[in-house]
């Protein structure tokens, strides 16, 4: 739904409530200056699905021998996941801080998972809340769910460039929205930023 005298604090868009935060704000990942310092900052690990639990788990055995020793044996002691303080589902960590699946090179913090992925050796890429960062889900009781812009200062890199190139998060975020979503559901929001853009409620 698109008011037409003000802009909207939320749209939604199918079962979506997106914040217009995602559509006004830019990002984009700087990993040469964060370095992936969004997988080893923090006091708990990546939310997932039970789904995406058994997904890492099958994966396993293709990563398991480039996780750290550390890794390894927290995995063996509680699993690949853990509930944390909130009660949400999440990665195991090490050390109170680093994803269980975190790798170094050249001086970046990489994903075990995703690197499996894109080596085709696992079908399973990364838990979609990783890959929708620096968007944030929730979901509500009534089954709608809600997308939200979440602001870290270890992300400050990636505002920057982001405003420097002019890309909005959700453009940013375009192919991990489409794989949580589909593209139908994409399309749609792009034809709702299009007209909101109409009615002159967002700078082109």
């Known amino acids: ?13 199918g079962d979506v409530l997106v914040s217009m935060n995602c559509i006004t704000e830019m990002f984009c990942c700087d990993l040469d200056v964060c370095k992936g310092a969004c997988c080893i ?11 995406e639990i058994m997904d890492v788990e099958d994966a396993l055995d293709v990563v398991w021998n480039d996780l750290s020793a550390s890794a390894q044996s927290v995995i063996d002691k509680q699993g690949v996941s853990y509930i944390d303080q909130t009660g949400e589902l999440v990665t195991s960590i090490v050390g109170g801080r680093d994803c ?19 080596a085709g050796k696992t079908e399973f890429q ?5 890959a929708l960062y620096p968007i944030r889900e929730k979901k509500f009781r009534n089954g709608l769910v809600g997308l939200n812009y979440d602001r ?22 375009k ?13 749609e929001l792009e034809a709702v930023v299009v007209e909101l853009k109409k009615q002159g409620l967002i700078k082109d």
């Open 1 to 13: 739904m698109v008011g037409s005298n003000e802009m909207p604090p939320i749209i939604e868009v």
């Open 41 to 51: 900052e923090g006091d708990a690990g990546a939310p997932v699905t039970l789904d």
């Open 100 to 118: 269980a699946f975190t790798c170094h090179e050249n001086g970046c913090c990489l994903c075990l998972l995703e690197k499996a992925y894109r």
């Open 126 to 130: 990364k838990p979609i809340s990783c």
């Open 152 to 173: 870290w200062d270890i992300c400050k890199c990636g505002v920057e460039k982001g405003r420097e190139l002019q890309l909005p998060v959700y453009k940013f975020l």
């Open 175 to 187: 192919e991990p929205l489409i794989r949580r979503f589909g593209k139908e559901w994409y399309d």
